[in-house]
């Protein structure tokens, strides 16, 4: 989803039990090129739901969760954030966090 306002995040927040937000800008080329990989990692997965925010069309949006670069990656369970990167990710992290927290 790239058309992303306060009130979509928010509702797949509460109503989603794992969801993976993925902050970016347009301008933004390692986003650019991590975005397919996460989306292909997330793809094991099923249980898990990504959210794409643009941060420079909603930049609300990225204020309210404190989101100040791109990229940035917040994982929430259950209405709230578990894990957070930001600018520098090793997906073997990412991947290391979503075992474990799909895990239990």
């Known amino acids: 989803m790239t058309d992303t306002t306060s009130d979509t995040l928010f509702e797949a927040i509460r109503t989603t039990p794992m969801l ?7 301008q933004c080329n390692v986003c650019k090129v991590l975005r397919p990989k996460v989306e292909e990692m997330l793809r094991d997965y099923p249980g898990v739901d990504f959210l794409y925010v643009d941060s420079t069309s909603h930049p609300a949006v990225a204020g309210q969760h404190l989101v100040f670069a ?3 990656i917040i994982i929430f369970m259950e209405g709230r954030e578990m894990r957070r990167y930001s600018r ?6 990412l991947e290391r ?3 474990m927290m799909t895990a239990e």
Not at 20 to 26: G, I, K, L, M
Not at 88 to 93: E, K, S, T
């Open 97 to 99: 966090d979503l075992e």
């Open 70 to 72: 791109a990229p940035t």
């Open 20 to 26: 993976v937000a993925y902050f970016s800008t347009p």
């Open 88 to 93: 520098n990710l090793a997906m073997h992290d």
